[in-house]
């Protein structure tokens, strides 16, 4: 996701809110985890930011690379707030597998920059079998993981290979199921929150999309940085224009949100990102605006992104820093919360008529 932020790619999005008076009929593994009416958090990695998050409301964990576990400090602190967490690692060994193709056998169009991958990083990620075995070894853990409850598997990807992650997400899916059934494979996508009316979504970002790959959709959708400061003010966070893009595109490929349902992502982070750009926004108003959009849209989870950044300095709006941020967040769940107050609760094993 953070690969999304520096450009290396602008992604996907929602569902119609119709959806809201739909009986929905949601897919998911026999004896399934409910990620129903979940509050997410993306990058709660310390202490101190789990015991922030679950001040706010947020319930659930998102993070990248190794999960905590309950004999850490900070899975232990996750395990005394009631906190769960989803393995993001699925999304970073993908990542590791991807920047290998493009710095091998698919890179760039000619005369073009990789803008995906810097380098190489880990060059045994060399094919699908070596991405597997990594990933057999992180559920082999998971199993035995009382907080883990589901894995986000994909999100940033590039479009000069778009498609390309399609049959490996959905052998990822396969092997979710042989270890850890009944738990969610969440397929990412993102989308640029843009002026009213404008959206500069690319239908081929959806390709990656398929019903065998993923239990669930998260939308996630931010400003792309600028090179000056900007409050934000110039963009539409109900995201009207990307939203019926994005739906578009990924009903095109079978998406039917009642069936895999949605996540929203919102934007919790604002100010200068890796000492060269700025995010625009963000004010608790414009969070409400969006939470309310995704919610409205038929999203059966809300979240937002992030606590931590590698590109977040000092002086970055995060709501680890700012009270404004932290509304934002309060009253975002609050206004989805008072919407699915209106809905029959989902459980994957639960059948509605």
């Known amino acids: 996701m953070k690969a999304f932020i520096n450009f290396i790619l602008i992604l996907s999005m929602l569902q119609l809110g119709a959806a809201l008076n739909l009986q929905p009929q949601f897919r998911l593994p026999a004896a399934g985890v409910s990620l129903n009416r979940i509050e997410v958090g993306f990058n709660i990695n310390t202490v101190a930011r789990v015991d922030n998050a679950a001040s706010l409301g947020i319930n659930t964990a998102f993070n990248y690379n190794t999960p905590f576990t309950p004999s850490d400090p900070v899975g232990a602190e996750m395990l005394a707030k009631g906190m769960h967490e989803v393995d993001a690692g699925f999304a970073s060994e993908l990542f590791y597998y991807e920047c290998h193709r493009t710095r091998t056998v698919a890179p760039p169009p000619a005369g073009t920059t990789n803008s995906f991958c ?15 075995a990594a990933l057999d070894a992180k559920l082999q853990a998971d199993a035995a993981n009382p907080l ?15 498609g390309s992650a399609r049959t490996v997400l959905q052998d990822i899916h396969t092997h ?27 239908s081929r970002i959806a390709l990656n999309y398929s ?33 019926a893009a994005v739906f578009k595109s990924l009903k095109s490929l079978g998406w039917n949100s009642s069936v ?7 934007q919790a982070f ?84």
């Open 118 to 132: 810097a380098t190489d990083y880990i060059p045994s990620m060399n094919s699908e079998t070596a991405l597997l």
């Open 148 to 162: 883990i409850v589901g894995y986000w598997v994909s999100d940033d990807w590039n479009l000069w290979d778009a």
């Open 176 to 202: 979710i199921l042989q270890h850890t059934p009944g738990k969610p494979a969440i397929c990412g996508f993102g989308v640029n929150v843009m002026p009213p009316g404008v959206s500069v979504w690319n």
């Open 211 to 243: 019903n065998a790959a993923c239990d669930m959709v998260g939308i996630y959708a931010y400003p792309a940085a600028a090179p000056t400061y900007s409050n934000g003010s110039q963009f539409d966070y109900t995201m009207s224009a990307p939203l």
């Open 260 to 266: 895999t349902p949605l996540i929203g992502i919102g």
């Open 270 to 353: 604002a100010g200068s990102y890796a000492g060269t750009r700025y995010e625009p926004g963000i004010n608790r108003f414009q969070m409400v605006a969006q939470a309310t959009a995704f919610c409205k849209a038929g999203a059966v989870s809300i979240g937002w992104y992030a606590w931590q950044d590698s590109g977040f300095d000092s002086s970055a709006l995060t709501p680890m820093t700012s009270a404004d941020v932290q509304y934002g967040v309060v009253d975002g769940i609050a206004a989805c919360q008072a919407m699915w107050g209106a809905r029959i609760p989902w459980h994957p094993t639960l059948k509605h008529g």
